[in-house]
């Protein structure tokens, strides 16, 4: 059983930037890729970015070059460093987790096995 708890989510001004973190239990994060989702009100749960277990990364079209993911396997911490957003960028963002089954990043419609409890980021003036 793995836990994941994210941090790091606020009020920020549009142009402004974040970086959240998601730390993991357990003493296998190494083992796992990672991944970022969002979820805004009325609307279906987005792909955002993943990092396999061996840091190579996938981001999806709407972040690309705005957002980079990374990891660090000493604290069982990924993160997220969030640039330039813009009210759209407003939602519930949740980490994930994928027990290790291809050195790839996990596609966006690829199933994880864990799942945080979110934080809220809204972007506004």
């Known amino acids: 059983q793995v836990q994941l708890v994210e941090s790091g989510g606020g009020l920020v001004q549009p142009g402004g930037s974040l970086r959240l973190s998601c730390t993991a239990s357990?003493?296998?994060?190494?083992?796992?890729?990672m991944g970022w989702f969002r979820q805004a009100p009325g609307k279906e749960r987005e792909f955002l970015s993943a990092?396999?277990?061996?840091?190579?990364?996938r981001y999806s079209d709407s972040v690309k070059g705005r957002f980079t993911i990374s990891r660090d396997n000493g604290k069982n911490t990924v993160h997220l460093e969030m640039n330039a957003l813009n009210p759209e960028d407003t939602a519930v963002y949740y980490c994930?987790?994928?027990?290790?089954?291809?050195?790839?990043?996990?596609?966006?419609?690829?199933?994880?096995?864990?799942w945080g409890q979110g934080t809220q980021v809204t972007v506004s003036s």
């Open positions: 994930a987790a994928q027990w290790f089954r291809s050195w790839d990043p996990p596609g966006p419609a690829s199933g994880y096995d864990y």
């Open positions: 357990g003493r296998t994060f190494s083992n796992y890729a």
């Open positions: 990092i396999s277990v061996s840091s190579t990364t």
